[in-house]
């Protein structure tokens, strides 16, 4: 039995809305199809096609038709009629069609900056659910501007359902993701919410020369720095609001000053277990949802981070703490930053090393220095086999760490 969506919850009936999740969808699936390998720019016009513009073969076409109806969750949209027609157009009409038909789940996928990605699946009434706490933080917005991609959770929940909750015409929502910092600060007007992440809030603060009055920001996706907070503030963002969660458990608290507790969203609660949350559902069911950091409770309904939960990989058998092992190689002199993570089946099954030297430091003196010093401090499969260097850590536009291709 198809269910009958409230026209005001049919996002996907706003085309341009539709083809900007469509299209950021796609554009991620390529990209992990192809790492390394140079996007087309977004956004793309309806013609676009998708095999002569962005020569997707046919195997490719599969995949990302396949990962539009999981995404989705819109079940079958017919694959052989889109893989018929590679047109943009033809794509969203099968993409509408299958969110007409019904759709209660979403699925988005984590950055992987822990393991590989994976994709979690939320229910779309729990999306709502959720927007309509958003909506309350952000009374008197006129527009959303929008600097992430729409078809993670947050851009998703800030730029696809948000505007709706708030009672704004789709067209009020802004995306400024080909924006400079400055450009982007001289676009605003009195009433627009920007939604942002960490190190876009950190270059617009030194550029925003004039922000308007009544100007709100918000950042999630990964952990802001007090000293970002600040400086937005101090450049005449009337609210930085942050918002803690992730792609596994969406939205979980917000606060809009450093210097405060987060603000539990009013649906969670601390579980019996530490490492878990219970979420009150609005069919009045609840469910747990383990977290991705250790939680510091100064009330019931308040917390802070407290670092992240350790995930162990296993190399040889053995449990090994990628975290850890990026901590030891932090200490040496030498080393600014460094990311550790498992390597990807393709690479081997030992760890990889992502380092940024500090100063002036030569590669290959750093190279020989760091095989010593892990030497003498991590045993044989804590040891990184593969090597990387570069001026900073491999980010995602979200901020987030991101994996990185061997000896790139």
Known sequence: ???????????????PTLSRVLSDLLAGELALMRPGVARRPLPWPPELDLMADLGADSLELLG???????????????????????????????????????????????????????????LLHELWQETGVLAGLFPGTRRIAGLVPSHHI??????VLLPRALGLDPDAVLDLRGASPGAVARALQPGDLVVGFPDFWRAFAPVADAVPAGVVGVTSSAPCPDEVARAVAAAGVARLVQVYGSSETAGVGWRDRPDQDYQLFPYWEAGADSAILTR???????ADYPLQDKLAWSAPDRFRPAGRIDHAVQVGGINVFPAYVADVLRMHPMVEDAAVRLMRPDEGQ??????????????????????????????????????????????QSSGKLSDWIIDA
């Open 280 to 286: 009150a559902r609005a069919d009045g069911s609840r």
């Open 350 to 395: 030992r760890l990889k090393a992502f380092v940024v030297p500090r100063g002036e430091a030569e590669t290959a003196t750093l190279r020989a220095e760091l095989d010593a010093w892990i030497a003498e401090r991590l045993s044989t499969p804590e040891r990184p086999a593969a090597w990387s260097f570069g001026p900073a850590l491999p980010r």
């Open 1 to 15: 039995m198809t269910v009958m969506t409230p026209p005001e919850r049919r996002w996907w009936a706003h085309r």
């Open 64 to 122: 990302l038709a396949t990962a539009m109806e999981q995404v989705l969750g819109i079940g079958c949209i017919g694959v052989e009629r889109v893989l018929a027609n590679p047109h943009l157009d033809a794509w969203l009409d099968a993409a509408a069609s299958g969110l007409e038909q019904g759709s209660d789940a979403m699925r988005f996928r984590t950055s992987g900056s822990s393991g590989a990605p994976k994709a979690c699946s939320h």
């Open 154 to 159: 947050y851009g998703f929940l800030f730029t």
